[in-house]
């Protein structure tokens, strides 16, 4: 009795799989063009920049006085603000808490061009604790020990990181 349950089983999905291998994909697919993002809506107020050769210590986050870490812009990070990671390797992980922009003006962390921010030789590459509203364009990762882009809530289920 099982053996012949198992066989109705074993053609009942073959028939399934044959039906759908049949089936035809639409020529024009479903576009996403119609779909907005928070992205699409943002207003950025302020430039951040940050460089290998910058410091945290006596950088302001300006274009001549860049920080040395994206945990230096972190320090004065805030809705609407765009940090322009330099070119370079960086050498420690970022630990990013708190980073939280608005629907309407998210924090964007960007690098120049694929392959020319690198985030390498470390545990992790990058660390986003309880972030909100972020957008991260043209960094690169690089061979971290552990974990390439890690995104967590803290410990804090009330405060989980969204809109990344």
């Given at each position: 009795m099982n053996r012949k349950r198992c066989c109705t089983c074993v053609l009942a999905c073959w028939l399934?799989?044959?039906a759908t291998a049949s089936a035809q994909i639409p020529e024009d697919p479903v576009s996403c063009d119609g779909i907005s993002t928070f992205e699409?809506?943002?207003?950025?107020?302020r430039d951040?920049?940050?460089s290998?050769?910058?410091?945290?210590t006596t950088g302001d986050g300006s274009?001549?006085?860049p920080f040395a870490t994206l945990s230096g812009a972190a320090s004065i990070m805030q809705p609407g603000d765009t940090v322009h990671?330099?070119?370079?390797?960086?050498a420690t992980t970022p630990y990013l808490e708190n980073i939280q922009g608005t629907e309407q003006n998210p924090i964007r962390i960007i690098?120049?061009?694929a392959d020319e921010a690198i985030f390498s030789g470390s545990a992790e590459g990058l660390h986003l604790i309880d972030a909100?509203?972020?957008i991260l364009e043209n960094l690169t990762i690089d061979g971290p020990a552990h974990n390439g882009l890690n995104i967590d809530d803290g410990g804090s289920y009330e405060s989980p990181s969204e809109y990344i």
């Open positions: 399934l799989l044959a699409q809506q943002a207003v950025y107020l951040l920049y940050v290998p050769g910058g410091s945290d274009s001549t006085a990671v330099g070119p370079g390797t960086y690098g120049p061009d909100r509203y972020v």
